[in-house]
């Protein structure tokens, strides 16, 4: 094969980047080969911590011997079946271990898809059709969140509010209309809206950006009220990243679709499931014309089953919820040390393990870089830079990441 670098840049095509930059030959990618733990190692050797979770998926380390050996065995048993009129266990399994985190009675299906934004896509497409098929073919709109992000596929990138992402999309999908907060919502025709859509608790794409304590519930009350079902978009906080299971659970609000992905299976393998209830689900019963037509090949693919229920199990055996207030503390207290030490960090915003830096303007992209030199990889979100490690991470791996910020923002 041809050097790897080489072959990247002649035949390669990078997500959210500039390949004009990319491809220039002055630019030399960085190129990672193997990971253990909170390590990424790359094609020189050097070592670097993972700092944003290989994009926010990595929940236990690289390379834990559990999830491996899980994905190695079911591999030599049966790697793929189609999940189109057939079944197998482990998603029979994997579907009732996820129900089992909410109330008996609340959500009980589960509609497995590949990622983020089939998760959102089915649960939007659920939502119409079952509106269609029980009178109610007047609610066509959906209501989402001024810079909210839910994905690339067309339908998710309706709810889209990322303007440099979405603006030109804009009236190729659904009907939907922005708001910036609860007090816009008294503006809005609920007649005609099926579905609201929301990241909980925090915006991730957004720049990391909170939401008010108890606006969750206020928004869930709301939707109750109107007849309007509730999206919780949970791919970027499921699976520990608020310091809970699921974000939801911080306000006591359950959904009536709850969308996951990217730590389902610990950040190793694509799968994604979308959780719905009883109501949703009758209203596909009866003639044919009924069923929900939608799909994917590689629908509950059995090795991602596999690794999904090696990293519940993790959660579990090791009580990582139950670390995690001493970690959020921790890192809470490292930021707030992290802010006095330098004029260009503007703001922190956190919520649990999830961290945005706020940096003066122009230092994004600038930081980024240098924290590789410091031995941290992540990401900036324009001038946020992004901390939201895996949930394995030490107190040790903590400060030795803040404190590469640190270095990093003072270099800049």
Partial sequence: M???????????????????????????????????????????????????????????????????????????????????????????????????????????????????????????????????????????????????????????????????????????GYDTQFVASMDDLKSTDPTTVTAAVIEPLIQGVNEMRPWPKGMLAELRAWTDAQGIHLILDEVMTGFGRTGTMFACQQESVIPDFLCLAKGLTGGTVPLAATLTTAEIYNAFLGPAENAFYYGHSYTANPIGCAAALASLKIFNDEKVLDQMPEKIAFLKQQLAELKSSSAHIVEIRQCGLIAGIQLSPGLGLQTTLAARHHGLLTRNILDTLVFMPPLCISQQEIEFSIDAIRKSVLKS
């Fill in 2 to 172: 041809t050097d790897p670098i080489t072959a990247d840049k002649a035949h390669c095509w990078h997500p959210f980047t500039r390949q004009s930059e990319w491809c220039d030959p002055a630019h030399e990618p960085l190129m990672i080969v193997r990971g253990e733990g909170v390590w990424l190692f790359d094609s020189n050797g050097k070592k670097y911590l993972d700092g944003n979770s290989s994009i926010w998926t990595n929940i236990h380390g690289h390379c834990r011997p559990e999830i491996v050996e899980a994905i190695a065995k079911q591999a030599a048993t049966l790697d793929h079946s189609s999940y189109l009129g057939l079944g197998h266990p482990l998603a029979s399994e994997l579907a009732e271990k996820l129900v089992s985190y909410f109330p008996k009675n609340t959500l009980e299906r589960v509609f497995f898809s590949d990622n983020g934004s089939t998760a959102v896509e089915v649960a939007l497409k659920m939502s119409l059709q079952s509106r269609m098929q029980t009178g109610q073919e007047k609610r066509t709109r959906f209501i989402a969140f001024d810079n909210a992000y839910h994905g690339d596929t067309l339908g998710a990138a309706s709810l889209g509010g990322v303007n440099r992402f979405f603006s030109r999309f804009r009236n190729l």
